[in-house]
């Protein structure tokens, strides 16, 4: 089959509408899978509290993850040295799970919600922590 138009002819393969339907199906499922997945960001969303245990000394460290205008903050605290309300510079929840940092401190905090927890790590100064996080409910002092 071809059709001609101003500038010449063009030829044009036929393909019966069923199998245009499957191309076009299959293309559309392949474009699906690739879409990044939305994960349940109430999984994340709250007041989390844990306990870093460096050598000598356990520093408290609270987050506070908020999901405003479309978008994941938080802010962070700790207590013991009296910080508080430290933005994170950047906040992302995916399939691989919640991580955040803040740059100032060269910090990030690396974790996956599992159980009503958020099992995870610190780093800081190329150093690692265990840091695991349990939701509470928001005091004024943290």
Not at 11 to 16: Q, R
Request: net charge neutral; charged share 25%.
């Amino acid at each position: 089959m071809k059709a001609t138009f101003g500038f010449g002819t063009i030829f044009v393969l036929s393909i019966p509408n069923s199998e245009i339907m499957k191309a076009v199906l299959t293309l559309l499922f392949g474009i699906i899978m690739l879409l990044p997945q939305e994960v349940d960001k109430g999984d994340v969303i709250g007041n989390w509290e844990g306990k870093i245990e460096a050598p000598g000394v356990d520093l408290k460290i609270v987050f506070h993850i908020t999901y405003l205008n479309k978008e994941l903050g938080a802010t962070m605290d700790s207590p013991s040295q009296d910080a508080f309300g430290l933005k994170m510079d950047e906040v992302k929840y995916t399939e691989q799970g919640l991580e955040m940092t803040i740059k100032q401190y060269n910090g990030t905090f690396k974790g996956k919600a599992k159980d009503g927890k958020i099992i995870g790590k610190w780093t800081q100064g190329g150093q690692t922590f265990d840091l695991n996080l349990t939701r509470i409910k928001r005091t004024g002092t943290s």
